[in-house]
């Protein structure tokens, strides 16, 4: 008897299972285009530092997210940080994930940020800081190509100048709404929904499942 029952699970599972969507690296935003003279809009901008801030809201889960930024020039080095929010109040509580990138030198240089992330539903804000002065940052493009997957949204980006800027945690910091078509592109796995006709088939071998064994245990 539970070796019959073993056999219905899984031939439900053996037809469920092509009912799943398709999961294949695709791109969740992409914000590019040719690069601008202003290169320097970014996180240090004429010796003064900036914290800089691209956001985007999704609807849908993803799973081995990578993401990338265009950075450039002057021996440029700092820190990354994806959270879910950013301002007064954040802390490390609201955040994904944070990695340093090496120096980046003239010309700009697409520079991997994080790589293997699952992201559930939410919006994020992918900030670019750097802790010293100088000459670099995070390369604007003009005009801006932003692409994205069904069910995400641009969310505008943010800067924080001088002042504003918390140097114990820069998501902290005080930002202000700016667009400034910085480029960067985030990719990664759709996660797979069932279709609705593998949810009903799911159910029709269930309740198959609980009759056979009910007439089962009664005869």
């Known amino acids: 008897m539970k070796r019959a029952l073993w056999v219905i699970v899984v031939l439900v599972g053996v037809v469920l299972l092509p009912g799943l969507s398709p999961v294949s690296a695709d791109t969740i935003i992409s914000e590019t285009g040719p690069d601008s003279t202003n290169w320097a809009v970014g996180v240090l901008e004429s010796g003064d530092q900036q914290d800089i801030v691209a956001s985007w809201i999704a609807d849908n889960s993803y799973s081995n997210v990578n993401i990338s ?3 450039c020039c002057g021996s440029f080095a700092g820190t990354a ?3 879910t929010r950013i301002g007064a109040g954040t802390t490390i509580a609201d955040q994904i994930a944070a990695a340093d990138f090496l120096e980046v030198n ?7 940020l994080f790589s293997g992330l699952d992201l559930p539903p939410a919006t994020y ?3 670019v800081a750097s802790p010293g002065r100088g000459s670099g940052g995070w390369t604007s493009a003009a005009p801006l190509n932003i692409v994205t997957a069904p069910g995400v949204t641009d969310h505008s980006s943010f800067v924080a100048n ?3 800027i918390v140097l114990g945690y820069a998501p902290a910091s005080a930002f202000e709404n700016e667009f400034l078509e910085v480029q960067y592109t985030v990719t990664g796995d759709l996660a797979p929904v069932p279709e609705p006709s593998s949810l009903l088939l799911f159910g029709a071998g269930l309740l198959g499942l609980v009759g056979w064994q009910r007439k089962h245990a009664s005869s």
């Open 106 to 112: 003239f010309p700009a240089n697409w520079v991997p």
């Open 81 to 83: 940080y994806l959270t």
């Open 162 to 164: 001088g002042r504003e």
């Open 125 to 127: 804000y992918l900030t």
């Open 69 to 71: 930024a265009k950075l």
